[in-house]
């Protein structure tokens, strides 16, 4: 079992997401036996800017036209991170919440890697995936709660980053997504909650 495992956020050994992912693996490898983990971690990939010579790249990429070294090289590392996904039969992430979305750096990842031909096909009438994935596993990790109201904006702000994240894997070909939500790891509970949520990460791990 080929494990792809985007890792997301910067805070290392301080990350509640990257505990719980790591809750996860771990349980998983128990009961599984035979998994390798590709850990992709965002941080330290270099990801190239998607600037001109990026999306460059792309459109010569897609039609097959000649590109520039520069264009080539980065389409090169395009290629390689979209490998990284059509190697894997599952994929699992820890993803903290910032702004109510993403971390800047998983949307770079995503703006890279999600290609046509690559990871998703589209024939001028419909979009389709280019994986075939069984499940993904996503840990989302939030400082508050929904319980939180907001005075000059209404919801559904804790629900827009599951909800992309979600179509997002499924457009490329994931069919199944397990989600956990961990809550309140900035307050007086973060130690409680992180600890909760490593447990029912080992939970679904054994269902998974």
């Known amino acids: 079992m080929d494990i792809l495992n985007i890792l997301t956020s910067p805070r290392k050994e301080k990350s509640a ?62 290629r390689e991170l979209a490998s990284r996904f059509q ?16 971390p800047y750096k998983l949307k770079q990842l995503i703006d890279l890697s999600c290609q046509r031909n690559l990871l998703f096909t589209f024939d001028g009438e419909f979009y389709g995936p280019s994986l075939s994935i069984d499940k993904a596993f996503v840990a989302y990790v939030r400082g508050q709660s929904d319980e939180a109201g907001f005075k000059t904006v209404s919801q559904p702000g804790f629900k827009y980053l599951s909800g992309y ?44």
Do not use: C
Not at 31 to 45: S, Y
Not at 69 to 77: G, L
């Open 17 to 78: 997401s990257t505990a719980i992912v790591n809750a996860f693996l771990s349980e998983y490898r128990a009961h599984v036996g035979n998994v390798t983990v590709d850990t992709l971690d965002i941080w330290q990939e270099q990801l190239p800017e998607f600037d001109a010579e990026a999306i460059s790249a792309k459109y010569k990429g897609v039609s097959g036209e000649s590109m520039t070294p520069v264009e080539t090289a980065t389409w090169e590392k395009i």
């Open 87 to 102: 190697r894997a039969d599952r994929i699992v992430l820890g993803v903290p919440m910032w702004n109510f979305s993403v």
């Open 165 to 208: 994240v979600e179509f997002w894997l499924q457009f490329i070909g994931v069919r199944s997504v397990v989600s956990l939500a961990v809550q309140h790891t900035w307050d007086g509970r973060a130690v409680d909650m992180i600890e909760a949520g490593k447990r029912q990460a080992a939970a679904l791990a054994r269902q998974f």
